[in-house]
């Protein structure tokens, strides 16, 4: 069980927006800035947001993130096929001294 | 074009060695830290560990299941895994990335299998 805690799944249709949560502490996400990954299956991850809020060139803007506290979050608006994939949220951890990565939520475009 | 590739997977057996490679390219690889993240099959990803850049001594950090097992270096172009006393548990995906205060980029993985 991952230090940082995301839920498994999450579903939306076409259109719709989602929400993904992270939840953290006052070692992690309470203290160091939030990432989300993307990842296809097969594929390796993709960049989505870095700094808690931040998007990469070329990362639409349906994509968006925020923290507050010891919690974060990913939205994705206008849902499309293609957002179906694994999305991890990542942060440092100060008292494991190292890099955790939530447990990771399947995205199921229905 | 900025890349990270990755080789040296394979199969080996329990208690074998392996070492991996990442060759950078496309960026100044010497002002980054570098990270070693690896995905078991079916299951999340899950960082290894990481190298500080020359101005920051060179420092690795590990998690602590590989601590002792495992070993970060760089050269001038590449970063290295060096695999000892590998466990089946230690068969994964291995990923070369870039920590620029976080991952930011990433190679397109390795296969570590661990099996006799």
């Known amino acids: 069980q991952s230090v940082v805690i995301q839920p498994p799944s999450a579903s939306g249709t076409p259109g719709q927006r989602v929400t993904i949560s992270c939840s953290g502490s006052t070692s992690n996400i309470g203290i160091d800035h939030v990432y989300w990954y993307q990842q296809v299956p097969g594929m390796a991850p993709k960049l989505l947001i870095h700094r808690n809020n931040q998007r990469p060139l070329g990362v639409p803007d349906r994509f968006s993130a925020s923290k507050s506290g010891t919690s974060a979050s990913l939205a994705i608006s206008g849902l499309r096929s293609e957002d179906e994939a694994d999305y991890y949220c990542a942060v440092w951890d100060d008292s494991l001294n190292g890099r955790v990565f939530g447990g990771g939520t399947k995205l199921t475009v229905l | 074009e900025v890349q990270l590739v990755e080789s040296g997977g394979g199969l080996v057996q329990p208690g074998g060695s392996l070492r991996l490679s990442c060759a950078a390219s496309?960026?100044?690889?010497?002002?980054?830290?570098m990270d070693w993240v690896r995905q078991a099959p079916g299951k999340g990803l899950e960082w290894v560990g990481r190298?500080?850049?020359?101005?920051?001594?060179?420092t690795t950090d590990y998690v602590a299941s590989v601590r002792g097992r495992f070993t970060i270096s760089r050269d001038d172009s590449s970063l290295f895994l060096q695999m000892n006393s590998l466990k089946t548990e230690d068969t994964a995906v291995y990923y070369c990335?870039?920590?620029?205060?976080?991952?930011?980029?990433w190679g397109q993985g390795t296969t570590v299998i661990v099996s006799s």
């Open positions: 496309g960026f100044s690889f010497t002002d980054y830290y």
């Open positions: 190298i500080k850049n020359k101005a920051h001594r060179y």
């Open positions: 990335t870039r920590d620029n205060w976080g991952i930011d980029m």
